[in-house]
């Protein structure tokens, strides 16, 4: 089988994948549990990306961005570097798709994902935590105030 034929089936197999795990997660709440969260209670960079991706399957931007904006800093540099990955398997090039940025970038990157981590837990920065927890957390203070619950 062609290289490029196997790029598309595992394209397509991982947007079907996607759809099918979107259905069961929405139907059943079944989620992917942060086992960083559970264990220290504290968010970690990644938190909130899988319904930041079901958010804009479902065409909702603002929200996506609200689940998790990392995604959104980081996510044209991974565009670049999975498609510079893809052509080079395709091309069968003995070559390393990291070379595409300088190692400056990707020490960038990660300071950035660090930075996130770490304000996102800071009280002056909770808007940067998944909306759902701040929901959450906000119906819980609002319990106290049953008047101007908005559930």
């Known amino acids: 089988?062609?290289?490029?034929?196997k790029v598309l089936?595992?394209?397509?197999?991982?947007?079907?994948?996607t759809l099918i795990y979107k259905y069961i997660n929405k139907k059943y709440s079944i989620g992917i549990p942060c086992i960083f969260h559970k264990i220290t209670g504290l968010y970690c960079p990644g938190c909130g990306i899988t319904r930041a991706i079901f958010y804009l399957?479902?065409?909702?931007?603002?929200?996506?961005?609200?689940?998790?904006?990392?995604?959104?800093?980081?996510s044209p540099f991974l565009i670049i570097y999975i498609m510079n990955y893809i052509k080079i398997y395709v091309q069968?090039?003995?070559?390393?798709?990291?070379?595409?940025?300088p190692k400056t970038i990707w020490y960038i990157l990660l300071i950035i994902t660090?930075?996130?981590?770490?304000?996102?837990?800071?009280?002056?920065?909770?808007?940067?935590?998944?909306?759902?927890?701040?929901?959450?957390i906000s119906q819980k203070i609002l319990n106290y105030f049953p008047k101007y619950s908005i559930i």
């Open 114 to 136: 660090i930075t996130f981590g770490i304000i996102r837990n800071i009280d002056y920065f909770s808007w940067l935590r998944p909306i759902w927890i701040i929901f959450f």
């Open 1 to 5: 089988m062609k290289r490029k034929n």
């Open 92 to 101: 069968n090039k003995n070559e390393d798709p990291s070379k595409i940025f």
């Open 9 to 17: 089936i595992i394209t397509l197999i991982t947007i079907i994948i």
């Open 57 to 74: 399957i479902d065409l909702k931007p603002k929200k996506a961005i609200q689940s998790n904006l990392l995604i959104f800093i980081l």
